[in-house]
């Protein structure tokens, strides 16, 4: 099993920036993709952005050009830079692994506690 341990939300006025880190830890064999995902209230949770073992990255229309995501493979960790942040960006943050726990098991996911990000004046 793993375990995902955020960091980083908080408040940030509009045009601000922040970064978010989840850092994966216990029994990982490897770590294939790896993402960040929000929820706003009353909205249902949406990919934000992703990024394979080979550092392919995939972002929602919404962040292209603002947010930036990259992982550190020797830390397990997975960050998300996220500049000119808007009011519309405030949601909980979560980081998503899909990983195998040992060489011969299949493909896991899991999910990070998540973090909270508003975006106010």
């Known amino acids: 099993q793993v375990q995902l341990v955020e960091s980083g939300g908080g408040l940030v006025q509009p045009g601000g920036s922040l970064r978010l880190s989840c850092a994966a830890s216990?029994?990982?064999?490897?770590?294939?993709?790896m993402g960040w995902y929000r929820q706003a209230p009353g909205k249902e949770r949406e990919l934000v952005a992703s990024i394979t073992s080979g550092g392919s990255t995939n972002y929602a229309d919404s962040v292209k050009g603002r947010f930036a995501i990259s992982r550190d493979n020797a830390k397990n960790t997975v960050y998300l830079q996220m500049n000119s942040l808007k009011p519309e960006d405030t949601a909980v943050y979560y980081c998503?692994?899909?990983?195998?726990?040992?060489?011969?098991?299949?493909?896991?996911?899991?999910w990070g506690q998540g973090t909270q990000v508003t975006v106010s004046s």
């Open positions: 998503n692994v899909v990983y195998r726990p040992t060489i011969l098991s299949i493909v896991r996911g899991s």
């Open positions: 216990g029994s990982i064999f490897t770590i294939n993709h």
